[in-house]
């Protein structure tokens, strides 16, 4: 068979992804992939450097496919910065649903060291650009050195929110996921009610939920 002159960045990550979910492994190597698919080596490494630089590339693709979404529709530029962060957990997690396969392969291996996972390097970069673009509002704490700390600490215990969540996902067998659907919306409603400094029921009823569907934080 005639190999293919143009390929795509898209077309590369599709190959990947049934490869590995039809081999249960990686390709060998980027020859016997590239061979196996009918394309020139070389047009690979136009796109990306290693088999690694796909599985970082393919979350990062997630988050891009998120918020192109969110961006169309116009009520959600109207949302405050709760409502849109509640926005775009929905749609991000139903961008992994509809390849949750490949999600559960990717992680499982590493399903207890999230925190740390070189594999979403490229989403948490995203992430925290996003966080800082709700503008959410914290305390005036006087000092630039101080607020700088405040916002430094938002944006890691966002991300570790969206590590938490990520793992109740993963390990949730409810129908439509909707325990995550709730999980979602408790968390988010909570760590917001935390900055805004308002009654600890909320915190109080997420403890609750956590403890009752006994989930194991990644460390």
Same mark, same amino acid.
């Given at each position: ?62 988050? %891009?496919?998120?918020?192109? +979404?969110?961006?169309?529709? #116009?009520?959600? @530029?109207? !949302?405050?910065?709760?409502? *849109?962060? $509640? ?24 399903? %207890?060291?999230?925190?740390? +996972?070189?594999?979403?390097? #490229?989403?948490? @970069?995203? !992430?925290?650009?996003?966080? *800082?673009? $709700? ?46 659907? $709730? ?37």
């Amino acid at each position: 068979m005639a190999k293919t002159n143009h390929i795509s960045e898209q077309n590369i990550i599709s190959y990947y992804m049934d490869y590995v979910l039809e081999h249960g492994s990686q390709p060998k190597s980027v020859y016997s992939f590239t061979k196996a698919n009918h394309f020139e080596e070389s047009k690979f490494y136009e796109h990306f450097g290693s088999f690694e630089a796909i599985e970082k590339h393919v979350f990062k693709a997630f988050f %891009n496919n998120t918020i192109a +979404l969110l961006n169309q529709n #116009e009520e959600y @530029q109207l !949302f405050d910065a709760r409502n *849109k962060l $509640l926005s775009f957990y929905f749609t991000f997690f139903e961008n992994l649903t509809a390849n949750r396969s490949y999600v559960l392969f990717a992680l499982n291996q590493h399903k %207890n060291k999230l925190k740390g +996972l070189a594999l979403l390097s #490229e989403l948490k @970069q995203s !992430f925290i650009h996003y966080i *800082k673009s $709700l503008d959410i509002e914290t305390l005036d704490l006087k000092e630039e050195r101080l607020d700088n700390l405040q916002h430094r600490a938002l944006q890691e215990s966002a991300w570790v929110q969206l590590l938490i969540t990520l793992k109740f996902w993963m390990d949730d067998g409810s129908p439509s996921f909707e325990k995550t659907d $709730l999980f979602i919306e408790k968390s988010v409603n909570t760590s917001f009610d935390v900055f805004n400094i308002t009654p600890l029921k909320s915190v109080i009823d997420l403890g609750k939920f956590i403890f009752k569907e006994k989930i194991h934080m990644p460390k």
